[in-house]
């Protein structure tokens, strides 16, 4: 199977035009202001205008793009073997509550696209986490946990892949959906509501109090009664949440079959480095399949190796002989396997947080906007709203998980210095289209020759924490190994933590 010529392109954001609100100009006071216009933040901020709340969405990019609009998409509360781990780390009571509000939220959307009358391909069917012949048991303690959770799981060995497995959990009425879709239709809503959207508007400063004030790149000023981060990894850290998040990228493959070879669920194992399979409506008689997997830590060399290794995968495992897209998709993993979703540190007050959706981002991000706008609004506040509290503690699910995560930043941080993953001797080296951090004038810059064999050099030095960056050879992007931050060849900030670009550097 090939690669080309496959486009470098998610399927959501290929298939839907781009926004084009306006960036922030002027002063605003507003009652809420969301920072971040992906799922969480778009869904908060239609929430809190529900309710009459003014709320202006500030979104550094463009609104549904980012983590968002390369997603892939699966509307389910079956998230992996969590409920055998919550069961067992917490208390039935937790699983109880994480499944009622991930169902929750898939409800929701399904009324939500009914009462607005968005066309987003939302299709109901069953999730299924399998695994290979040998782990029945684990396959059976989740399925037991799921259902005292009040999920409606089974065990199953067949499936309509079109290869054997050993074991898998179902879960019936779960959901897909065409992500964009839904949130633009959302967006429109909100701004009948009255709700205002600012693109292109980076915000770089955040000052708590009566009310709360954001500084934003081009300097303007926004006054708000309260603030969300919605920006996927917090922009500011006022809880230790850097240390509780670790982020990490997998690959997707997409490729046009027959609906006859539709598989006709949502699968997901966490072996061979993850697999996850669905498809999504694409013309008559022909169906989308998309292919997750690879999982990686962003800064890790050899993507494009991963990106082989899926798409081969793929061509050996389905009817299929080319790619019509690829893309890749950022998560961060919290380090007890439960969103942070909450006010942001034990001293805040109106300053609230949606983080740590652990790859599965589109139920959280519309149970985040439901559980904030309760928090916010102060009525019908839901007793999970616990469970996601950021400012929780469970030290002893945490602590293995704390300190492996502590000790990868120390090891990237030393490390890197030393012996960059992307290294270089000289420019020289570099063929068009590859890049390396080179050691120049003592200085680490990262260096990219692109196609018509021009060199962009920049700053190696993270402007988050200080962390040495590695070239992704698939993105073409700059990516930071700590804690996920992302730049283009030119040094702009693709995706925070940072918000501050690479400088220049002289080769």
């Given amino acids: ?32 202001a969301v920072i971040g216009g992906g799922i969480a933040g778009l869904c908060t901020a239609w929430e809190l205008a529900r309710t009459g709340a003014a709320v202006a969405v500030l979104e550094a990019d463009r609104i549904a793009t980012g983590v968002t609009g390369y997603t892939t998409a699966k509307l389910t509360a079956q998230h992996g073997l969590v409920y055998a781990h919550l069961r067992s780390k917490l208390d039935e009571q937790a699983a109880r509550w994480y499944a009622t509000s991930q169902l929750d ?47 409606p799981a089974s065990l199953v060995t067949e499936s309509g892949l079109p290869y054997p497995i050993g074991a898998a959990i179902r879960v019936d009425r779960q959901a897909q959906f065409h992500p964009r879709r839904y949130l633009l239709g959302l967006a429109a809503d909100l701004v009948r509501r009255g709700g205002r959207i600012f693109e292109r508007t980076r915000v770089v400063d955040l000052t708590e109090g009566e009310p709360c004030r954001l500084g934003t790149e081009s300097g303007a000023t926004v006054t708000a009664r309260d603030v969300v981060v919605a920006t996927h990894y917090p922009i500011f850290d006022r809880a ?32 061979e480095n993850t697999r996850s399979v669905r498809t999504a409506p694409y013309g008559d008689g022909r169906r989308l399949l998309i292919v997750t997997g690879e999982s990686f ?5 050899g993507v494009r190796e991963r990106l082989d290794r899926l798409a081969g995968w793929t061509g ?23 969103p942070y979703i909450g006010l942001l540190h034990p001293g805040a007050s109106h300053v609230y947080v949606a983080t740590g959706f652990n790859a599965w981002g589109m139920t959280n991000g519309v149970l985040a906007g439901r559980l904030l706008t309760a928090l916010i609004d102060g009525t019908d506040r839901p007793p999970w709203s616990k469970l996601y509290d950021p400012r929780r503690l469970h030290p002893v699910v945490e602590a293995v998980p704390l300190i492996k995560a502590a000790a990868e930043v120390a090891r990237r941080f030393v490390g890197d210095r030393l012996r960059p993953a992307s290294y270089a001797d000289s420019p020289e080296q570099l063929a068009p289209g590859d890049g390396a951090v080179i ?21 190696a030095t993270c402007t988050h924490l200080g962390c040495v960056v590695a070239f992704n050879d698939v993105e073409k992007t700059w990516d930071c190994p700590c804690h996920g931050s992302r730049f283009d060849v030119d040094g702009a900030v693709l995706h925070g933590p940072a918000t501050t670009p690479l400088p220049p550097a002289r080769t």
């Fill in 1 to 32: 199977m090939t690669h080309e010529p496959g486009s470098a392109e998610s399927y959501w954001m290929d298939s839907t035009a781009a926004t084009s609100f306006a960036a922030l100009a002027d002063d605003v006071e507003v009652d809420v």
């Fill in 105 to 151: 939220a898939i409800e929701h959307v399904a009324a939500t696209a009914l009462d607005l009358g968005i066309d987003c391909d939302l299709e109901r069917l069953p999730a299924y986490t399998y695994l290979s012949e040998g782990k029945r048991g684990q396959i059976e303690a989740e399925v037991q946990a799921a259902r005292v959770a009040g999920l």
């Fill in 240 to 271: 230790g949440l850097f240390t509780r998040l670790v982020p990490h990228r997998e690959l997707v493959v997409a490729a046009v079959i027959d609906a006859g070879d539709d598989p006709a669920g949502m699968y997901v194992t966490p072996e």
């Fill in 297 to 301: 830590q962003p800064g890790t060399p």
């Fill in 316 to 338: 050996e495992h389905f009817p299929v002989d080319t790619l019509a897209y690829h893309w890749a998709a950022q998560d961060n993993t919290s380090t007890d396997r439960i």
């Fill in 439 to 459: 050691r120049m004038g003592g200085r680490r810059c990262a260096v990219y020759r692109d196609d018509s064999g021009d060199l962009h050099s920049v700053s």
